[in-house]
């Protein structure tokens, strides 16, 4: 098991939600920007939200803006993905990243930025 650990995935019909969530092992995880990916069949993997390691900055991919939103709770090593209003293009396998960054601001949106990746969680959306 790595150091990142999604869970939450499943099936759910359009319009529905779904709440993800990560877990990081380790005792630096405020040292760490964290991010969310995802990947559907047949496509490159896609930018979905991003957390800076105060929780105070997050930035969002345009396809779910106002429907998604990332959160992070540095007490308990965890970041979270709650999804509202899901949509059948929403499905994806969901991956979670972190990066160890000295800055507490900065947020990272691009995938070759991450140092860490979790092994993915799946969601899929009916129509």
């Known amino acids: 098991q790595g150091p990142l650990v999604e869970s939450g995935g499943g099936l759910v019909q359009a319009g529905g939600s779904l709440r993800l969530s990560c877990a990081a092992s380790?005792?630096?995880?405020?040292?760490?920007?964290m991010g969310w990916f995802r990947q559907a069949p047949g496509k490159e993997r896609e930018f979905v939200a991003a957390?800076?390691?105060?929780?105070?900055?997050?930035y969002y991919g345009d396809s779910v803006k106002g429907r998604f939103t990332m959160s992070r709770d540095n007490a308990k090593n965890t970041v979270n993905l709650q999804m509202n209003s899901l949509k059948p293009e929403d499905t994806a396998v969901y991956y979670c990243a972190g990066r160890i960054i000295s800055s507490y601001y900065s947020i990272a949106v691009k995938e070759d930025e991450y140092d860490y990746w979790g092994q993915g969680t799946q969601v899929t959306v009916s129509s």
């Open positions: 380790g005792r630096t995880f405020s040292s760490y920007a």
């Open positions: 957390i800076n390691r105060s929780g105070g900055s997050v």
